[in-house]
């Protein structure tokens, strides 16, 4: 019946005061029926013109039944006809139309979704110089409609995942069939499929919950809010995961060389962005052993300054009462209060406040004889060069304080051992099973041709090997 059906919603959504039951009749017959629908989630004109209209005016023949109704007077292009009153409670809280009528123990789901939206714009983070200004909005469909006009195939398989045992948030696997490794794509399912949660509201919560090693600063998934880069992580056979509500997309299997690649790479001449990613690398390193190294010399190895600069360092730290090391480790908190200020506080003013703040409080903390001025450069070198690995940030930070404890506690053998502990590290991070980095026994110009560099496009024949070549191994590292 029903009115025991919507009195069964009503009862389900106590309370709730944005639920709105809309009885229709039938202006030729005694037609009756309920549509029950969430204010401020659907279009109205829609319900409007293409539902409550059609029902008004329709012959009593095409009444009869539900299915006649579904196909001979609803006007909505997406409908379903359901009896799972789970899928009815998502689907009314979603922006859908439930259309109940008598003698039917099925109801009709009309697609009538209109909730507001972000707009399509270039993301703040991921500006470029040259190429596609698209970025994704928080809206699932809208995001899934870019990457479909940019991959006119029917290759692209996208397939429908929900997380949250609350909010029941909506997700998307997309990818190549005939580029992706399938054993890869399992791994990734079956690691989905344990997820227990409340509610899903960013794609870090997926990043964290699938992760290989959950204690690692480091990441194991790619994430970009651009619509070119996960076209072109798919073309070389990857999947990505697309949630409803965030603009964040994933990329899985993620490679270490990744974390030193920009999408402005593969739209500027190749002269150029090689030198561009080179420079990245070299600022990844100073940014971590910059300050150990300044600190072990300073400490403990004085013979490695050149002479005047030794002279120059030593009458610049007569005068300063701390350490070499304790002023480092102060130097860096103070920086990174500075950076996480700027970044928190409105873009009118944020960055004006960091760079005047930098400014003022190391100009005095020099002038006050409270730091050497050496170390405010060391700071400094430190800061800039970590701006241009933004996807490393919170890596770095662990890093180089772990580098400049072991130059304070052993010198330069403390740098190096430090040095060699997170390079073991890195060789052993895994995504999905795959490693990160991966050592080829017959390295050719193919293997290498976009890591360190980035080859011109006629050289870059095939893709990357490691994704194919690391699906063999994950059996024996799946644990």
Same mark, same amino acid.
């Given at each position: 019946k029903m009115d025991d059906n919507v009195q069964l919603m009503n009862n389900l959504f106590k309370d709730d005061d944005t639920l709105v039951v809309r009885y229709v009749q039938n202006s030729k017959s005694n037609f009756k029926c309920a549509l029950i629908y969430s204010d401020g989630v659907v279009k109205g004109p829609i319900i409007n013109e293409n539902v409550i209209k059609p029902l008004m005016l329709a012959d009593e023949n095409n009444l009869q039944s539900?299915?006649?109704?579904?196909?001979?007077?609803?006007?909505?292009?997406?409908?379903?006809k359901t009896g799972d009153l789970t899928q009815i409670i998502e689907s009314v809280t979603y922006g859908d139309t439930i259309l109940f009528i008598d003698n039917s123990n099925e109801a009709l789901i009309l697609n009538t979704k209109g909730f507001q939206t972000r707009a399509i714009a270039e993301p703040e983070n991921e500006k470029i110089l040259s190429g596609p200004r698209e970025g994704f909005s928080d809206a699932l469909l809208t995001n899934l409609s870019l990457v479909r006009r940019k991959m006119r195939t029917n290759d692209l398989k996208m397939k429908y995942i929900t997380f949250g045992k609350r909010t029941a948030t909506k997700a998307c696997i997309c990818y190549l069939d005939s580029l992706v490794n399938k054993d890869i794509l399992k791994e990734l399912n079956r690691r989905l499929s344990e997820i227990d949660i409340d509610g899903m509201l960013d794609t870090n919560y997926i990043t964290e919950l699938i992760k290989d090693n959950k204690r690692s600063p480091f990441r194991s998934t790619g994430y970009t809010e651009r619509p070119d880069v996960v076209v072109g992580r798919m073309l070389e056979g990857r999947i990505a995961i697309f949630l409803d509500g965030t603009p964040v997309v994933l990329t899985v299997p993620y490679l270490f060389l990744e974390n030193f690649q920009s999408?402005?790479?593969?739209?500027?001449?190749?002269?150029?962005?090689?030198?561009?990613?080179?420079?990245?690398?070299?600022?990844?390193?100073?940014?971590?052993a910059v300050p150990a190294i300044y600190v072990s010399m300073a400490a403990f190895h004085h013979e490695m300054f050149p002479t005047q600069l030794l002279i120059n360092v030593a009458i610049e730290? @007569?005068?300063?009462?701390?350490?070499?090391? &304790?002023? $480092?480790?102060?130097?860096?908190i103070v920086f990174d209060i500075l950076r996480e200020t700027g970044v928190r506080m409105p873009s009118s003013i944020g960055q004006a406040l960091s760079?005047?703040?930098?400014?003022?409080?190391? @100009?005095?903390?020099?002038?006050?004889?409270? &730091?050497? $001025?050496?170390?405010?450069?060391?700071?400094a070198i430190t800061g800039i060069t970590s701006l241009l690995v933004p996807k490393m940030n919170a890596p770095i930070i662990y890093m180089r304080f772990f580098l400049l404890l072991m130059a304070s506690s052993f010198g330069f053998f403390g740098v190096l051992l430090g040095l060699a502990v997170i390079a073991i590290h890195i060789l052993n991070l895994r995504s999905l099973g795959i490693p990160q980095i991966f050592f080829f026994s017959d390295v050719n110009y193919q293997h290498l041709k976009d890591t360190f560099f980035r080859g011109p496009w006629w050289k870059m024949q095939t893709r990357p090997r490691i994704l194919t070549q690391g699906g063999n191994r994950m059996k024996v590292n799946k644990e």
């Amino acid at each position: 019946k029903m009115d025991d059906n919507v009195q069964l919603m009503n009862n389900l959504f106590k309370d709730d005061d944005t639920l709105v039951v809309r009885y229709v009749q039938n202006s030729k017959s005694n037609f009756k029926c309920a549509l029950i629908y969430s204010d401020g989630v659907v279009k109205g004109p829609i319900i409007n013109e293409n539902v409550i209209k059609p029902l008004m005016l329709a012959d009593e023949n095409n009444l009869q039944s539900i299915d006649t109704i579904l196909n001979q007077v609803i006007q909505v292009n997406d409908t379903k006809k359901t009896g799972d009153l789970t899928q009815i409670i998502e689907s009314v809280t979603y922006g859908d139309t439930i259309l109940f009528i008598d003698n039917s123990n099925e109801a009709l789901i009309l697609n009538t979704k209109g909730f507001q939206t972000r707009a399509i714009a270039e993301p703040e983070n991921e500006k470029i110089l040259s190429g596609p200004r698209e970025g994704f909005s928080d809206a699932l469909l809208t995001n899934l409609s870019l990457v479909r006009r940019k991959m006119r195939t029917n290759d692209l398989k996208m397939k429908y995942i929900t997380f949250g045992k609350r909010t029941a948030t909506k997700a998307c696997i997309c990818y190549l069939d005939s580029l992706v490794n399938k054993d890869i794509l399992k791994e990734l399912n079956r690691r989905l499929s344990e997820i227990d949660i409340d509610g899903m509201l960013d794609t870090n919560y997926i990043t964290e919950l699938i992760k290989d090693n959950k204690r690692s600063p480091f990441r194991s998934t790619g994430y970009t809010e651009r619509p070119d880069v996960v076209v072109g992580r798919m073309l070389e056979g990857r999947i990505a995961i697309f949630l409803d509500g965030t603009p964040v997309v994933l990329t899985v299997p993620y490679l270490f060389l990744e974390n030193f690649q920009s999408s402005e790479d593969y739209y500027l001449i190749y002269f150029y962005t090689s030198y561009s990613r080179m420079i990245r690398i070299i600022s990844f390193l100073l940014t971590i052993a910059v300050p150990a190294i300044y600190v072990s010399m300073a400490a403990f190895h004085h013979e490695m300054f050149p002479t005047q600069l030794l002279i120059n360092v030593a009458i610049e730290r @007569q005068s300063v009462p701390l350490p070499a090391a &304790v002023e $480092a480790f102060i130097m860096l908190i103070v920086f990174d209060i500075l950076r996480e200020t700027g970044v928190r506080m409105p873009s009118s003013i944020g960055q004006a406040l960091s760079i005047v703040g930098a400014l003022v409080i190391g @100009q005095a903390a020099v002038d006050a004889k409270l &730091v050497a $001025a050496p170390m405010i450069i060391v700071v400094a070198i430190t800061g800039i060069t970590s701006l241009l690995v933004p996807k490393m940030n919170a890596p770095i930070i662990y890093m180089r304080f772990f580098l400049l404890l072991m130059a304070s506690s052993f010198g330069f053998f403390g740098v190096l051992l430090g040095l060699a502990v997170i390079a073991i590290h890195i060789l052993n991070l895994r995504s999905l099973g795959i490693p990160q980095i991966f050592f080829f026994s017959d390295v050719n110009y193919q293997h290498l041709k976009d890591t360190f560099f980035r080859g011109p496009w006629w050289k870059m024949q095939t893709r990357p090997r490691i994704l194919t070549q690391g699906g063999n191994r994950m059996k024996v590292n799946k644990e």
